[in-house]
C-alpha cells in the first residue's frame, strides 16, 4: 500500500497546474499605438502601466484596422470575412463566439461595452449583458436630449442597447451618464453579483467606446491635460518615440516614420489651440479609461480574484484620421462630436505611419498588455512575436481548459484561424503555419515571417513590401528589387481572398 502510495506520488506533476484563470478582456476603441504611458505616451496611464510592469507588453500584436471586423475577430477567432462582418456591421454568420465556448467550458460569461454588430450578445453566449450593440455614441448621452441640457450631438441618433435579453432604442441614459464610467459600474455590478463560494471563473468582456470620437471628457479630466499639447504635434511624437525607444519596446533598428502632418507655426493662433484642445480631451479620455481600469483592478484585488485573474488590454484599431465635427458647443462637451483627426492621431500612431482603416502599421498596430500574477512569471517583458486578434479566443478557451466545438446547437462549426498563444505567456515560441491576412476596403496586407506586402486604401495603389525585421515602420518599398517575392504574396494573398 506505501509503495502503492508512492507510486502515485511519483506519477503526479512536480507543481500543480494552475486553476483557470479567471479572464478579463478590455478594449479600448480607436487607440493609437504609443497613447499609454508605457507604450510611450506622455497620458497619465498608472493602473495600465502597473500592469505592463508586472505583466507582459506584445509589441507586434495586430488587430484589423477596423472596429466591428476586429471585434467579430476577438469573438469568433475567425477572420472577420469568414463570419459575415467583411463590409457591413451585421450578425455573425459562422463561428461561435467567446460567449458560447467559455460558456461551455463552465465560465459565467459577461460583456459590458460596445459590441459593434446587429445582434444581442446575450443571445449567443453571454448571460450578463449591458451592451451598446451599434458603434460610436455620444458619450454623455447615447439618446434623447434631457431637460435642461443642451441638445447632445448624434452622427446616428437612437443607437441600439442591450440589456441583458431586452433591446432598448434609443436609450434614456441618466444624467451623470458617460460611457467609460457605465461600463466599468455595470462591469463591477456584474461581478459583484457572483454568490460567495461561487465555483465557476468568470470571463468578463469590457469593450470601451473611448478615446473613439466623439471627443468628449469630463472637464475635470480635459483640465489636467491644460497646455500639454500647446507645442504642437512634432515635440510629443518626437518624445512618444525616444521613450518608446528608450524602454526597450521599439528594437534598435525601428525608426521613426515620416511626419504626416505640417508646420504647427503655420497654424494661426486659433487654429493651434483649436488643435490643442482636440488632443487634451483624446488624452483626458484614456485618461479616463485607466482610471476605471484601476477601480476594476481595485475590486478584483477587494475579492481575491486578483492573482488569479488574467488581464488582456487592446485597442481595436489604430488611432482615427476621420473628419467629424457636428454641433456648435466646445471640443468636449455634450453638444459637439469633435475627432482627433489625422495630425494628431500620427502622433498617436508613433512611431507608424497611416491610420485606422490602413492595413499599415499605424491602423494594425495596438498595445496588448497581458496580466496574470498566478500565470505569468515574467514582470516587465516584452513579447515581439506577431500575433492577431483572431489567436484571442483559441488561448483563453485553451487557458480556460475548453475545446473548439465541431458542431454548436447542431450546427456544423466553421475552424478558428487563429493559433493559441498561451505559450508565449510562458517565455515559450509559438507555431503559426498560416501566414497573417489583412482585407479592409481597398486596403490589404499579408505578414508572412519577416515580410509584408501592403496595399493602401486608394483607388489604383500598388502592393509594396517590407521587410518588417529592420523596417517596420514600412519606410523603404522593397517591391522593385524583390518582384518575385511580392507576386508569390500577392498571389497568396488573392487566394485567400478569393476563399472568402
Ligand atoms: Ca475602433
Not at 137 to 155: L, M, S, V, Y
Not at 256 to 273: C, H, I, Q, T, V
Not at 442 to 460: D, H, L, N
Amino acid at each position: 500500500m506505501l509503495c502503492l502510495s508512492l507510486l502515485c506520488f511519483s506519477l503526479l506533476p512536480q507543481t500543480p497546474a494552475p486553476e483557470r484563470p479567471n479572464i478579463v478582456l478590455i478594449l479600448a476603441d480607436d487607440m493609437g499605438f504609443s497613447d499609454l504611458g508605457c507604450y510611450g505616451g506622455e497620458i497619465s496611464t498608472p493602473n495600465l502601466d502597473q500592469l505592463a510592469a508586472d505583466g507582459l507588453r506584445f509589441t507586434q500584436f495586430y488587430n484589423t484596422s477596423k472596429c466591428f471586423p476586429s471585434r467579430a475577430c476577438l469573438l469568433t477567432g475567425c477572420y472577420a470575412q469568414r463570419v459575415g462582418m467583411d463590409s457591413q456591421p451585421v450578425s455573425l454568420t459562422a463561428g461561435v463566439t467567446l460567449g458560447e465556448v467559455l460558456s461551455a467550458a463552465g465560465y459565467r460569461t459577461l460583456m459590458s461595452g460596445k459590441h459593434h454588430g446587429t445582434e444581442n450578445l446575450f443571445d449567443r453566449g453571454f448571460e450578463r449583458c449591458f451592451t451598446l450593440r451599434d458603434g460610436a455614441c455620444n458619450h454623455f448621452n447615447p439618446g434623447p436630449r434631457r431637460e435642461g441640457e443642451p441638445a447632445p450631438a448624434q452622427k446616428r441618433a437612437g443607437r441600439t442597447w442591450c440589456f441583458d435579453g431586452k433591446t432598448v432604442q434609443p436609450y434614456a441614459a441618466p444624467d451623470d451618464f458617460y460611457t467609460t464610467d457605465a461600463f466599468t459600474d455595470n462591469a463591477l455590478g456584474f461581478l459583484a453579483a457572483r454568490e460567495s463560494g461561487e465555483a465557476r471563473p468568470f470571463f468578463l468582456y469590457l469593450a470601451y467606446t473611448a478615446p473613439h470620437d466623439p471627443l468628449q471628457a469630463w472637464p475635470e479630466d480635459i483640465a489636467r491635460y491644460k497646455g500639454v499639447y500647446d507645442d504642437g504635434w512634432q515635440p510629443i511624437r518626437k518624445a512618444r518615440y525616444r521613450r518608446q525607444k528608450e524602454m526597450g519596446l521599439l528594437g534598435e533598428s525601428v525608426g521613426l516614420s515620416d511626419a504626416e502632418f505640417g508646420d504647427w507655426e503655420k497654424l494661426d493662433p486659433n487654429a493651434r489651440a483649436t488643435e490643442a484642445r482636440r488632443m487634451e480631451v483624446y488624452a483626458a479620455m484614456v485618461h479616463c479609461v485607466d482610471r476605471n481600469v484601476g477601480r476594476l483592478i481595485k475590486m478584483l484585488k477587494a475579492r481575491g480574484d486578483w492573482e488569479n485573474t488574467l488581464i488582456l488590454f487592446a485597442s481595436d484599431n489604430g488611432a482615427s484620421s476621420e473628419v467629424v465635427e457636428i454641433g456648435e458647443g466646445e471640443i468636449g462637451a455634450i453638444d459637439r462630436w469633435s475627432s482627433q483627426k489625422g495630425r494628431w492621431a500620427n502622433v498617436s500612431n508613433t512611431p507608424f505611419s497611416k491610420y485606422k482603416n490602413f492595413s499599415h502599421e499605424g491602423g494594425i498596430s495596438t498595445p496588448l498588455i497581458a496580466h496574470w500574477p498566478a500565470g505569468i512569471a515574467a514582470r516587465g517583458e516584452f513579447v515581439r512575436t506577431p500575433t492577431h486578434f483572431i489567436d484571442v479566443l483559441p488561448t483563453l478557451l485553451e487557458l480556460a481548459g475548453g475545446r473548439y466545438p465541431e458542431r454548436y446547437e447542431g450546427t456544423e462549426v466553421i475552424p478558428a484561424d487563429g493559433v493559441s498563444f498561451a505559450p508565449l505567456l510562458e517565455g515559450k515560441s509559438l507555431e503559426r503555419a498560416e501566414p497573417l491576412y489583412w482585407s479592409w476596403g481597398r486596403g490589404a496586407a499579408i505578414r508572412q515571417g519577416r515580410w509584408k506586402i501592403v496595399r493602401s486604401r486608394a483607388k489604383g495603389a500598388a502592393w509594396q513590401l517590407h521587410d518588417m525585421e529592420v523596417d517596420r515602420t514600412e519606410s523603404t518599398d522593397l517591391a522593385g528589387s524583390q518582384p518575385e517575392r511580392l507576386a508569390a504574396m500577392i498571389t497568396l494573398w488573392e487566394a485567400w481572398r478569393n476563399a472568402q
